[in-house]
């Protein structure tokens, strides 16, 4: 595996950096090299938030912003009207977006044509909200994650979520995780 770079964008309090840790914790506990970071300063609650990942089977000698992500994952699909999710992203890179609807709509909002990159999708919201009663989307969209790109091991995974989360919402996210991997498809 070479150095691989996802950038998350979110709002303030969905967890973007909340899922790029788990993501990292996952590979290292995978034996790989890794990095998490998020990118936000004094940005109040719903204020919109980048957090970044790399990976490698390599030790890792970059310590700067993520500007040319193999991988964009989208936690609200409101900030698509807003914010240009796919600045820098790197040529059939990896698009994995929380959305329900029409893919060609998708498309337009994120303005990019059909073919240009790989565009993932699943209902991590609605997901979030059946299982853990809350709208928070960040392990829901590393579900999606693993559908699009096998970053980490499904017991890594499992691992760096019964570490960063308590019993009983350990267990609850691991099923917002499988929920979200099973539903995720590429449009």
Known sequence: MALIEVRWHGRGGQGAWTASNILAMAAAIDGKHVQSFPAFGPERSGAP?????????EPIEIHSMVYEPDIVVVLDPTLLKNVNVTQGLKKGGIIVVNYEGDAEKLYNNIGISKGEYKV??????????????????????IGALLKASKLVSWEGLEEAIKKRFPGPLAEKNIELVKKAYELAQEV
């Not at 970044?52 to 089977?57: K, L, P, V």
């Open 49 to 57: 938030v980048l957090a970044f990942t790399r990976i490698s089977e």
């Open 120 to 141: 993932f999708i699943t209902p991590a919201t609605k997901l979030a909200l059946d299982i853990l009663k809350r709208p928070i989307t960040n392990t829901a969209m």
